[in-house]
């Protein structure tokens, strides 16, 4: 192979990985299917408490920083339809069993938290502090949204 070639190739694998590695972070992470029910509910847990983790930290962070701490909190609003999935209705938990009455409706939340986190991404990226504020305010909102219809006390 000429250097030449082999320079292009190279280039060409970095941007396949560059590309993949975007798609992973809204990619509902291929884990969640081989998990137990309970293994579903510990892992939901742990991440809507590492999301609570990020939120706080988020109004800190800019740049880079802030762009990595939105990556992670739209994967794990990505995962959660997966770690619902009606399997774990019998698992005890926080849960209401009206998430799985109304599924749809449900999963449609943390969709709308999701895209909240795509924009506070798009602003942190753009350096727009005011469009990432309402971002986040956009985001708890949901949270708030969530827990009072879905989530036992
Ligand atoms: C679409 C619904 C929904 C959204 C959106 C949502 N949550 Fe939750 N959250 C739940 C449910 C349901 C539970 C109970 C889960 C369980 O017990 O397995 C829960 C549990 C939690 C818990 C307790 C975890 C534990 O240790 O038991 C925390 C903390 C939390 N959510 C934070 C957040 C934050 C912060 C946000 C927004 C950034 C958020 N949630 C968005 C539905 C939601």
Same mark, same amino acid.
């Given at each position: 192979?000429?250097?030449?070639?082999?320079?292009?190739?190279?280039?060409?694998? &970095?941007?396949?990985?560059?590309?993949? +590695?975007?798609?992973? %972070?809204?990619?509902?992470? #291929?884990?969640?299917?081989?998990?137990? #029910?309970?293994?579903?509910?510990?892992?939901? !847990?742990?991440a809507m408490?590492?999301?609570?983790?990020?939120?706080?930290?988020? *109004? $800190?962070?800019? *740049?880079?920083?802030?762009?990595?701490?939105?990556?992670?909190?739209?994967?794990?609003?990505?995962? +959660? #339809?997966?770690?619902?999935?009606?399997?774990?209705?019998?698992?005890?938990?926080?849960?209401? #069993?009206?998430?799985?009455?109304? +599924?749809?409706?449900?999963?449609?939340? +943390?969709?709308?938290?999701? !895209? $909240?986190?795509?924009?506070?991404? &798009?602003?942190? !990226?753009? *350096?727009? %502090?005011?469009?990432? $504020?309402?971002?986040?305010?956009?985001? *708890? $909102?949901? /949270?708030?949204? /969530?827990h009072q219809?879905?989530?036992? !006390?």
């Amino acid at each position: 192979m000429s250097i030449r070639r082999l320079i292009a190739s190279v280039a060409a694998g &970095a941007l396949v990985a560059a590309v993949s +590695f975007t798609a992973i %972070a809204q990619d509902v992470d #291929p884990a969640i299917a081989s998990m137990t #029910p309970e293994q579903k509910v510990e892992a939901r !847990e742990a991440a809507m408490k590492q999301n609570g983790g990020l939120m706080k930290n988020a *109004g $800190g962070l800019t *740049g880079a920083d802030a762009v990595a701490n939105a990556d992670k909190i739209i994967q794990n609003f990505t995962n +959660f #339809p997966a770690l619902f999935s009606e399997d774990t209705s019998a698992v005890k938990s926080e849960a209401k #069993p009206e998430i799985w009455a109304n +599924f749809d409706a449900f999963t449609a939340l +943390f969709a709308k938290a999701a !895209e $909240g986190a795509k924009a506070m991404r &798009a602003a942190a !990226e753009a *350096g727009d %502090a005011t469009a990432y $504020g309402a971002a986040m305010k956009t985001i *708890g $909102g949901v /949270c708030g949204e /969530c827990h009072q219809q879905y989530r036992s !006390e």
